[in-house]
């Protein structure tokens, strides 16, 4: 089964307003973490922000925050006052333990273009 | 830059053949994680190695392999070639089995492999 969902394959955005990727989780670890990662056309991953499952507050880096609504298992990333540079996929990925050993389950991604 | 340093970075090759990727992971972390990219399947866990020894194996296929050695540099060998193995493999490390507090990975830039 799919753990981690992000529905929006693509998405199209004018310069300088907000965006928000949506991302949803199923697992039934009462402790968990939830990571978003940035990979332009160059094909780095790059680590953008993180959530915990018991974290009170959510999180926010800069122009990145996410609003985690914990109840509905969605985390989705906010990126406000969006920039040319801010155009590539987005990948929302969920850290699962298994006999002691982590690694990070992956969505599918969304491809956000900003337009000028 | 992460820190992880992956080569090489482009690599082309024939079906049937044989070809190694390999990755250094950060300065100080034990554990290092493997991924195929590809159009089609998204970011996919291959396996994971802490401190030489395998952790968690995904989606990896028996032509595939991996291993890490005493100075914690990683290599992943691909035999018997196929065109569907064109994708791109990353690396990533952490500092160890469940990553830092929040276990977050660092990524390598890629290996990207094409597979004529």
């Known amino acids: 089964a799919q753990k981690i969902t992000q529905t929006q394959p693509g998405m199209f955005v004018q310069e300088k307003e907000a965006v928000t990727l949506d991302c949803t989780y199923d697992?039934?670890?009462?402790?968990?973490?939830l990571f978003w990662y940035k990979q332009p056309s160059s094909g780095e991953m790059i680590f953008l922000i993180y959530?915990?499952?018991?974290?009170?507050q959510n999180a926010t880096e800069g122009r990145y925050s996410l609003n985690f609504q914990k109840a509905r298992k969605s985390t989705n990333l906010v990126i406000s006052a969006s920039q040319l540079g801010d155009s590539a996929m987005y990948f929302c990925?969920?850290?699962?333990?298994?006999?002691?050993?982590?690694?990070?389950?992956f969505g599918q991604g969304t491809r956000l273009t900003i337009n000028p | 830059d992460s820190g992880v340093t992956q080569t090489p970075k482009h690599l082309i090759t024939a079906t049937g053949q044989r070809v190694t990727l390999r990755c250094s992971p950060r300065?100080?972390?034990?554990?290092v994680y493997w991924y195929q990219q590809s159009l089609d399947q998204g970011l996919q866990f291959l396996i994971q190695?802490?401190?030489?020894?395998?952790?968690a194996k995904g989606n990896i296929l028996e032509r595939f392999s991996a291993q890490q050695f005493p100075d914690l540099h990683s290599e992943l060998n691909l035999s018997s070639l196929e065109l569907g193995d064109s994708a791109l493999y990353f690396c990533?490390?952490?500092?160890?089995?469940?990553?830092?507090?929040?276990?977050?990975?660092?990524f390598g830039e890629g290996s990207r492999l094409t597979v004529l």
């Open positions: 990533a490390s952490s500092v160890g089995t469940s990553g830092t507090n929040t276990g977050e990975l660092f």
């Open positions: 697992t039934s670890d009462p402790s968990y973490g």
């Open positions: 959530q915990g499952s018991y974290d009170q």
């Open positions: 990925a969920m850290r699962e333990v298994i006999q002691g050993a982590q690694k990070l389950v």
């Open positions: 300065s100080g972390d034990l554990s």
């Open positions: 190695y802490y401190n030489g020894e395998e952790r």
